[in-house]
């Protein structure tokens, strides 16, 4: 073990933590499966695991209160060594290679790990919550806590690896786990499809990322970090245009783990796992593995601006970029006809994600044309928005599966255990519930204004640095491609605004619209908790963006500079010399009034209403609802033939993406598929086949030499000997 | 430093074998302790002599000699450590060093007897701890009955037997040491005899079984012709330049202008002796014969120690005698090219359909000798002159090779000895003559059979356990050492550059090759012992030191894989001191 004992090797035992933790779960869950106290008190594991994780959480707390005041950026290098050996490089020299693990704590790292073990112990708390009171789950309990601690240890991993070869094996270790839980209910096949769906599509990127990876090996000789980020472009520069294909297929890899188009398609089928793995996967943890990985691209893009080479890497922004317009705006388009609860959540997380996309790839255009000051603003915007995304979409995912349990109870409760035909997921069996699921639909609320950027609540903040930033790029510094995904940024903002309210109101606002909604109860004991945690984590994105958050990567101004100039951009849209420029004004406007009136005012006029009579929601929302009701009244419009239209239709078939998968998997792939069968079968078999056999009787033929008779081994010696003198005699 | 090797400057530094000396005494004495009395003549005296007569209880406990011999290994392993470190090497946790003292002769003219450097200690160490396992695992295992049961200690050979065994690994291991010190041809020829003849007498150990004794003779009478053979290259050596110091030798192969008859023939007859010590194809033929018939603990002791002693002879005379500063290629390197392949081809085939468990390995030692001896013959194509001279880099390369094959031989005491050590547990219940002893054993004996699942993935190299690491870092030594004329030459087009290599490439390329085919063998065991149904479901008898010795090796297999890099160092270290001082 090389290096003190410092801090950094604390830091890097956090994944280790949960990483072996799972095996006493799972084999204490093999032997005591059943037995009371296992059930009762250990909660068939998963307060093992969330001891786990609050170690897990306490580590991280002591990390980050260690270098969050800090610009230190910490590095613990060859924590655990295994292999170092050299590599003879073309022009003669040799690199030392070192494989091993070591932490890489910067800002974006320490950001991710605080995101990651924050929200992966309340997920844990909810678990226990929403799995543990579930029949349907009982006595596999302790899987799904092993599994999601591994899945944990592989995210915390892969955010404090240092250097890309670990950070692509933890990537992989996240995909096995996501393929486990995704696939929880394997009895269900549809839960097994959607599993094998989720790990085939992030396979085609990770396949992308690794050939991105082996080109970056060899044009750095290393994948580490330091050496990576430290290299002098002047005395060794390298192929752009190589380094440009390395960086778009890494991109690639993210796009696949992150469902960004066109590798989106596995992500609402991901749904058929339970809700705590959704809240896992899709907000906390896996899709934003593919944004950390583009953000680790930075210094690349900055480095290689601060050189001679001829070329930049300012396209591969744009590509970025594009690829997050397009699918920002197609996944919102998407989320306008979902019914199913958790597919509008999923949809939308494709398309908050696609805005971190955007915003990053804002942030590499700006680096790579030398523009730093400009390119850490977005960045910094980017990053806040994928922490304020992470709160409230993990909110989100929980309160929805709060819902969706307390649906299912209630359903239990009225039919008495018959479960035919009923969705406990569909939206239009819900509505009204604002008055019987009082902390739910609090939160609910809280995270769907986050999401949608109602001004001074969480992602607003970051939102509007993104849309600003990306405008910014297009109009004044010359990236005109990027008018693209800047007009269907501001666009899906408002889009934004109208399937979150849709869906709220759907669930929570106007009549019940079955029996079943009628009879739901917030009873479950372990959920309420970590919402009301997020609720508040939410709805205090200002402080955190007054933390640092946005300016953590750059020189670090006073604390209350940063929150004047966020409110100031927000509101004034003055840039930092203190110029007030139109444009950014009516750009910011437009974007408040697009996503905070447009879009929930439709909304609200389709889908709001007052509660059933005498039913009243708790204060914290009971203003939503009545506004809703008023508009309704006010408002009220047809959309049948909308509803109707072809254009709906192609959305609620996910414009065609999944058919289109489908035909050209059962008819390009599954051929071709069918034709590498064959001849692995007569062709590779055949040929090993034959090598075993002719190796077999090769070796009984050659042991017949070995006679047992020390005269013929004499003899063998003597041959031998005079062996090695003739070819000795011959060499000469 | 140079000291006489009586004085007491001088023997200082070979305590270890001063320990190895007097625990040999000790066992003759202790064992022979008794109450017989001499009476004194004329008179009616009877004085007790001590010596001779009844024994006492103690001392006829049938593992007490074990237990001196466990001791003295241990004592032997202290003393070396003691003697480590110094002026420039002080930092014992780095890696594993020690300060160059040669001993010489007494008198005017002094001749240089041993060499006590970081390469020698080290592979005292490897001895004294592949001898201290054997004699460990030994002490419950020597039974009378060729199927005994359990610890009890009825079952176990006399206490006079004991003796006899524990006496020849003492000194055996005496002998290896001296051959690892070794300066002199002739020194380092009698200290071979005397590490192999104990061994030779060890494999027939088992009076009582056919198989041993045959095997035993069998194995002496291969062994001392090879011995003839070499030691009649020796003299045709000490005929031409008149000495037998390695030193002298080297300066006299140097100055040789066009190869001569007489150093040539010495030197390919030489390599004949250390050929079988080695086990290389087709001097390897005894081989399976001595493995399956010995005893597993001493079948252990052939295939790491006894093969590390071929080892030891090998680079002291390829790599300090004929190996040329520059100029033309090593006499040696085509033919020990061919060997090289040959011999891991041969060992890897014959594996494969080897249906008993001890021949199995004996041919997979075989095969590792083939990897290593392939390993040698890239360093003289290093050194080669057709390649370019490369400032730093090349030496690296070389001391990587012979640092790899060091390291390899060190952790082969851990897999190695440990699989035979599973096996001798296997033959506590039953000889073990073919596979199925294997069959179920994951069923009865989990811990047991998850042992020798790691030792024979280890053997068949695969990460990150340490028979990996050894393949691993002699095929990068290889595949630098080919490659760099290409490498440095040209711009990176793959198929030139694959063309241009040096023909030493191919023997990296034979090493993958083989490796993909000892896998078949080696997993072949996993399946045997996981998936196979066994006739009893019972567990083993229970032989606790043995299964500390399984458990211990199986610990040192994954440890010595995932952190290396003490070990390597340490053998890069001794690689470098066969260089540098010779």
Not at chain 1, 97 to 112: K, P, Q
Not at chain 1, 427 to 439: D, E, H, R, V, Y
Request: with cysteine; hydrophobic share 55%; glycine share 8%.
């Amino acid at each position: 073990m090389a290096g003190d004992v410092s801090v950094e090797f604390w830091v890097a035992t956090i994944p280790f933590v949960p990483l072996l933790t799972f095996p006493i779960i799972l084999f204490l869950g093999q032997y005591f499966n059943g037995k009371d106290w296992w059930k009762n008190i250990l909660k068939e594991g998963g307060a093992i695991s969330l001891m786990s994780m609050g170690v897990v959480l306490i580590l991280t707390s002591m990390v980050v209160a260690q270098f969050i005041g800090e610009m230190h950026h910490g590095q613990g290098k060859d924590i655990l060594d295994w292999i170092t050996f050299d590599v003879l490089r073309s022009d003669g020299m040799t690199n030392g290679v070192n494989l091993g693990f070591g932490i890489y704590i910067d800002h974006v790292s320490l950001m991710l790990l605080f995101v990651a073990s924050f929200l992966c112990f309340l997920i844990n708390w909810f678990s226990i919550g929403y799995m543990n009171t579930d029949k349907i789950n009982d006595n596999r309990n302790h899987r799904f806590y092993a599994e999601f601690l591994i899945f944990c240890s592989g995210m915390l991993g892969m955010v404090l690896a240092d250097n890309f070869l670990w950070l692509f094996i933890f990537w992989e270790i996240m995909g096995l786990c996501s393929y486990l839980l995704i696939g929880f209910y394997y009895e269900k096949p549809s839960a097994a499809s959607a599993a094998k769906k989720a790990f085939l599509t992030t396979r085609v990127g990770d396949v992308f990322l690794m050939i991105g990876l082996i080109i970056m090996w060899n044009i750095y000789g290393s994948l580490e970090f330091d050496v990576i980020f430290g290299w002098n472009y002047f005395t060794n520069p390298v192929d752009m245009t190589l380094l440009k294909t390395a960086l778009i297929l890494m991109f690639i890899g993210a796009v696949g783990k992150s469902a960004q188009f066109p590798l989106h398609v596995w992500l609402p089928d991901a749904m058929e796992g339970p809700t705590p793995v959704s809240a896992l996967i899709h907000a906390a943890t896996m899709v934003n593995a593919g944004l950390y990985l583009v953000a680790r691209m930075f210094p690349i893009f900055t480095g290689t601006a601060d050189s001679n080479l001829i070329g930049d890497l300012a396209d591969v922004g744009i590509i970025i970029a594009m690829i997050g317009g397009i699918t920002a705006f197609m996944a919102a388009g998407i989320a306008f006809v979902q019914n199913d609860i958790k597919k509008v959540l999923a949809y939308s997380t494709m398309s908050q994600l696609a805005y971190i996309f955007t915003g990053l790839g804002a942030a590499l255009w700006f680096a790579s044309k030398g523009k730093s000051e400009l390119a850490l603003f977005a960045l910094g915007a980017s990053l806040f928005h994928l922490f304020n995304h992470a709160m409230a979409k993990g909110m989100l995912f929980m309160a929805s599966g709060s819902v969706i349990h307390e649906m299912h109870h209630a359903h239990h409760h009225i039919s008495h255990g018959e479960h035919e035909g009923f969705d406990a997921q569909d939206m239009t069996n819900m509505g009204g519930l604002a008055s019987k699921l009082p902390i739910t639909s609090t939160a609910m609320a809280a995270g769907s204004m986050s999401i949608i950027g109602i001004p001074l609540i969480g992602g607003f903040w970051s939102k509007e640095g993104i849309i600003a930033k990306v405008w910014k790029a297009a109009i004044y510094d010359g990236g005109y491609l990027l008018f693209i995904p800047a007009i269907l940024l501001l666009i899906s903002a408002g889009m934004t605004g109208f399937y979150m309210s849709r869906m709220w109101f759907m669930t929570f606002a106007g009549k019940p619209k079955t029996k079943v909604a009628e009879h739901v109860h917030e009873e479950t004991p372990w959920i309420k908790f970590p919402l009301v945690i997020l609720t508040f984590m939410t709805l205090g994105g200002i402080v955190f963006a007054s933390l640092h958050f946005v300016n953590w990567v750059s020189t670090g101004h006073a604390l209350h500079y940063d929150l004047v100039y966020e409110m100031k951009h927000a509101f004034l849209a003055m840039d930092k010399e203190g110029v007030i420029d139109s444009t950014f004004l009516i750009l910011t406007w437009a974007t408040i009034g697009l996503s905070s009136l447009i879009g929930p005012i439709i909304a609200m006029s389709l889908y709001g209403g007052n509660l059933k009579d005498g039913e009243k929601a708790i204060p914290t929302v009971s203003w939503l609802v009545k506004i809703s009701g008023m508009v309704r009244n006010r408002w009220q419009f047809n959309n049948k033939s909308l509803a109707e239209s072809g254009l709906a239709e192609a959305l609620r078939r996910r414009l065609y993406f999944d058919d289109l998968y489908d035909w050209f998997c059962l008819k390009i792939i599954v051929p071709i598929g069918l034709g590498a069968a064959l001849f692995d079968k007569k062709g590779i078999d055949g040929v090993i086949k034959g090598i075993e056999s002719g190796s077999q009787s090769t070796s009984t033929w050659i042991r017949k030499l070995t006679t047992g008779s020390a005269r013929d081994y004499i003899m063998m010696v003597a041959l031998g000997s005079l062996l090695l003198v003739g070819l000795i005699w011959g060499m000469v | 430093m140079a000291y006489d090797a009586v004085s007491v400057e001088g023997i200082k530094y070979l305590l270890p074998e001063l320990v190895l000396v007097s625990g040999i005494l000790t066992l003759f004495i202790i064992t022979n302790l008794g109450d017989a009395k001499i009476r004194l003549p004329l008179t009616r005296l009877r004085i007790p002599a001590l010596l001779g007569g009844n024994r006492f209880k103690w001392n006829s406990d049938p593992r007490l000699p074990g237990v001196i011999s466990v001791f003295t290994f241990i004592l032997a392993i202290a003393m070396l450590i003691q003697t480590l470190g110094g002026d420039t090497c002080n930092d014992l946790v780095e890696k594993f060093c020690a300060e160059t003292t040669i001993l010489t002769t007494t008198g005017n003219n002094p001749v240089d007897l041993l060499k006590l450097d970081s390469f020698s200690r080290l592979f005292e160490l490897m001895f004294f701890l592949a001898l201290l396992l054997v004699s460990a695992a030994s002490i419950n295992r020597l039974q009378a009955d060729s199927n005994p049961s359990n610890d009890d200690l009825d079952q176990l050979l006399d206490n006079r037997r004991q003796v006899d065994f524990h006496l020849l690994l003492l000194i055996s291991g005496l002998g290896m040491t001296i051959v690892a010190m070794s300066m002199n041809l002739f020194v380092l020829f009698v200290g071979l005899e005397l590490a192999s003849l104990p061994i030779y007498v060890m494999v027939a150990f088992h009076k009582e079984s056919k198989a041993g004794t045959e095997a035993g003779v069998k194995y002496f009478i291969t062994g001392a012709i090879s011995s003839a053979i070499g030691l009649y290259g020796m003299s045709l050596l000490y005929l031409w330049s008149g000495s037998l110091q390695l030193s002298v030798l080297e300066a006299t192969w140097a100055a040789m202008a066009t190869p001569e008859t007489l150093p040539l023939f010495g030197i390919s007859l030489l390599l004949v002796g250390f050929g079988f010590k080695i086990s290389a194809v087709p001097f390897h033929f005894v081989a399976p014969d001595a493995y399956s018939g010995a005893s597993s603990p001493v079948a252990a002791l052939l295939a790491t120690a006894s093969k590390t002693l071929g080892f030891i002879g090998l680079m002291r005379i390829l790599m300090i005698i004929t190996l040329p500063e520059t100029g033309d290629a090593a006499v040696w390197m085509l033919a020990f090219g061919i060997l090289s392949v040959v011999t891991m081809t041969w060992g890897n085939l014959a594996a494969l359909g080897s249906e008993n468990p001890k021949r199995m390995l004996a041919y997979s030692s075989v095969a590792h000798a083939g990897y290593m001896m392939a390993a040698l013959v890239a360093v003289a194509a290093w050194k080669n002159g057709s390649f370019v001279e490369n400032n730093s880099g090349g030496v690296m390369a070389v001391e990587l090779i012979i640092g790899a094959i060091i390291f390899h031989l060190f952790v082969l005491i851990s897999f190695k000895i440990g699989a035979f050590m599973v096996i001798s547990h296997l033959e506590t219940e039953d000889e073990v003559t073919d596979m199925s002893s294997l069959h179920g054993l994951a069923k009865r004996e989990p811990i047991i059979a998850t042992s020798m699942f790691v030792f024979m993935l280890a053997l068949a190299g695969v990460p990150p356990l340490a028979g990996f690491m050894s393949k691993f870092l002699m095929v990068t030594g290889i595949v630098q050492v080919a490659s760099a004329d290409v490498l440095t030459n040209t711009e990176i087009d793959l198929i030139p550059t694959f063309l241009g290599m040096h023909w030493t490439f191919f023997l990296a390329i034979s090493i993958f090759i083989n490796s993909a085919i000892s896998l078949y063998y080696y997993l072949r065991i996993g399946v045997l012992m996981f998936f196979e149904e066994s006739t009893t479901r019972l567990p083993l008898p229970k032989v606790s030191i043995l299964r500390f010795v399984i458990l211990l090796c199986a610990l040192a297999t994954i440890f010595l894989g995932i952190n290396s890099d003490w070990l390597v160092e340490s053998a890069i270290e001794a690689a470098s001191t066969l260089f540098t001082n010779s």
